[in-house]
């Protein structure tokens, strides 16, 4: 008893391996008869595994998997001349306006599916080559256009973002915090210290001790001369000076 889905896959890996067949080839591979390889690759078509070519050899097309297309091209000789110089010129030109052409190219455009796709532009009939990437037939129905875009692609990519500069005379500087300035500070600290000096209970120590922070703020009047005169009588003699109680100008 036959195996039919034997046989089915047989074809599949024939194909697979070999591209584009005629019946009658696959027929001897899968070792059966001819009608019944046909019958097998009826259902085969029927279900979509195999496609079959427009383009002739003899009385009979060929057999191919979806995706070998591109592959009939290996059989290209066996079309008539005429439709073999149209496939040149359809491959060499990618995209060809019918009314352009000489009546024999145009009946070989129609003959030749396998290769040429016919598509309206413009209100025109063009015919395109089946296996050109539908930029390149872009950029021949659209040339300005794609040339444009092209142009605006690179004017992009090679913008670089540009920092703001602002004009100096309008720049917005962010206002500095109010810094007491030195007179302010040594102001507040004589304050601050002679409100201390009316504590109660204030000790001998506490009053040497802000007598000197005063002194730091407090800019010294120039000594009386006459205390000038002891201080240095006091120290041809020995003697050290220890505090300043009290001087006054007169």
């Given at each position: 008893?036959?195996?039919?889905?034997?046989?089915?896959?047989?074809?599949?890996?024939?194909?697979?391996?070999?591209?584009p067949?005629?019946?009658?080839?696959?027929?001897?591979?899968?070792?059966?008869?001819?009608?019944?390889?046909s019958?097998?690759?009826s259902?085969?078509?029927?279900?979509?595994?195999l496609k079959?070519?427009?383009?002739?050899?003899?009385?009979?097309?060929?057999?191919?998997?979806?995706?070998q297309e591109n592959?009939?091209?290996?059989?290209?000789?066996?079309?008539?001349?005429?439709?073999?110089?149209a496939?040149?010129?359809?491959?060499?030109k990618?995209?060809?306006?019918?009314?352009?052409?000489n009546?024999?190219?145009?009946?070989?455009?129609?003959?030749?599916k396998?290769?040429?796709?016919?598509?309206?532009?413009?209100?025109?009939?063009m015919?395109?080559y089946?296996?050109?990437?539908?930029?390149?037939?872009?950029?021949?129905?659209?040339?300005?256009?794609?040339?444009?875009?092209?142009?605006?692609?690179?004017?992009?990519?090679?913008e670089?973002?540009?920092?703001?500069?602002?004009?100096?005379?309008?720049?917005?500087?962010?206002?500095?915090?109010?810094?007491?300035?030195?007179?302010?500070?040594?102001?507040?600290?004589?304050?601050?210290?002679?409100?201390?000096?009316?504590?109660?209970?204030?000790?001998?120590?506490?009053?040497?001790?802000?007598?000197?922070?005063?002194?730091?703020?407090?800019?010294?009047?120039?000594?009386?001369e006459?205390?000038?005169e002891?201080?240095?009588?006091?120290?041809?003699?020995?003697?050290?000076?220890?505090?300043?109680?009290r001087?006054?100008?007169?």
């Amino acid at each position: 008893m036959i195996d039919v889905q034997e046989k089915k896959s047989k074809i599949i890996s024939f194909l697979e391996t070999s591209g584009p067949s005629l019946p009658v080839r696959i027929a001897k591979t899968i070792e059966m008869d001819p009608v019944f390889a046909s019958a097998l690759l009826s259902e085969l078509l029927s279900s979509k595994q195999l496609k079959t070519s427009h383009m002739k050899i003899g009385a009979s097309p060929l057999y191919l998997l979806p995706g070998q297309e591109n592959q009939l091209e290996k059989q290209s000789e066996n079309l008539k001349s005429a439709e073999q110089e149209a496939l040149v010129r359809l491959k060499e030109k990618i995209v060809i306006t019918d009314e352009d052409e000489n009546p024999t190219t145009r009946v070989a455009l129609r003959n030749i599916k396998d290769f040429a796709i016919p598509f309206k532009f413009k209100e025109k009939i063009m015919w395109k080559y089946a296996f050109s990437n539908q930029e390149e037939i872009n950029k021949l129905l659209n040339p300005k256009e794609e040339e444009e875009k092209k142009e605006e692609s690179i004017k992009k990519s090679e913008e670089k973002p540009r920092e703001k500069i602002q004009d100096p005379e309008k720049e917005i500087k962010t206002p500095e915090p109010e810094v007491p300035k030195a007179w302010e500070v040594k102001k507040e600290e004589i304050k601050k210290i002679k409100k201390e000096s009316h504590k109660p209970y204030e000790t001998q120590s506490d009053k040497k001790q802000k007598k000197k922070v005063e002194n730091i703020f407090i800019e010294e009047e120039p000594e009386p001369e006459f205390l000038t005169e002891i201080k240095n009588f006091l120290e041809r003699k020995n003697i050290k000076f220890l505090e300043e109680i009290r001087t006054e100008k007169k």
